[in-house]
């Protein structure tokens, strides 16, 4: 069983998506947050999970508050590291500590909209499609191997919220799903770094993709 620890910032819905969803192939050991005010504390701390905050506020760097964080990751012992809506971008010290097992959702489809406001974005560009994406993370923002995508349709009529709910949505059933598929090591990389499923991720990934 692997251990897996969450880093959030705020409401924590994909966190508790991933809680409720549970799997003999992992254990959440801690959720921990940048800022003791995150809501999803509390659900973490209902569900039995250690939650606790290291606050950035409380640091002059970034690269010291990256220190005191990898300290409170490590003390669970992760095999794996979820960010899941935190909102600090990383050092590159911090990401090659967990270089490989570190993994974010971002809504878009990447490598469309890295970034903040997604949703607005997509909608100001027209697109038909839009969804949500996990990937490994690496130092650049937004821009590591793709695990997963799901697709939505852009409605006519949508407005920022309705199109960011139909997106949360598909994450909340992405996410855990690729969590899981981590800890049963159904994921690999070729040779050119790109992520292969295995096993029950790739048809499920096709699924979620609007293949099948
Ligand atoms: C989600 O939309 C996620 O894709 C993005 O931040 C949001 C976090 O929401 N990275 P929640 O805290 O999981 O509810």
Redo the contacts with the bound molecule.
């Keep these: 069983m692997k251990n897996v620890v969450i880093l ?10 991933i809680l409720d969803q549970p799997s003999p192939a992992f254990r959440i050991a801690a959720v921990i947050s940048n800022s003791a005010a995150a809501p ?1 504390l509390d659900v973490a701390r209902a569900h039995g999970v250690p939650a606790l905050a290291v606050e950035h506020t409380g640091f002059a760097t970034r690269e010291a508050f990256d220190t005191a964080l990898a300290q409170a990751v490590d003390a669970a012992q992760p095999d794996l590291v979820v ?5 600090r971008r990383l050092t590159p010290g911090f990401v090659a500590r967990y270089q490989d097992r570190i993994i ?4 878009s489809l990447l490598p469309l909209f890295p970034g903040l406001h997604t949703h607005r974005r997509a909608l100001e560009a027209g697109v038909k499609v839009h969804g ?1 994406t996990v990937h490994f993370v690496t130092p650049e923002l937004d821009s590591g191997p793709i695990i997963a995508q799901a697709v939505v349709p852009v409605l006519a009529g949508d407005d920022e919220a309705a199109l ?1 709910a139909r ?2 949505k598909q ?1 909340h059933i992405l996410y855990p799903r690729a969590v899981r598929w981590f800890c049963e090591d159904l994921l690999s990389r070729d040779a050119g770094g790109r992520v292969r499923l295995s096993g029950d991720a790739a048809a499920q990934a096709q699924i979620a993709a609007g293949a099948a």
């Design positions: 959030i910032s705020g409401r924590g819905s994909n966190m508790q998506a999803g960010l899941a809506g935190f909102m974010n959702i971002h809504p949500c960011a997106v949360l994450e």
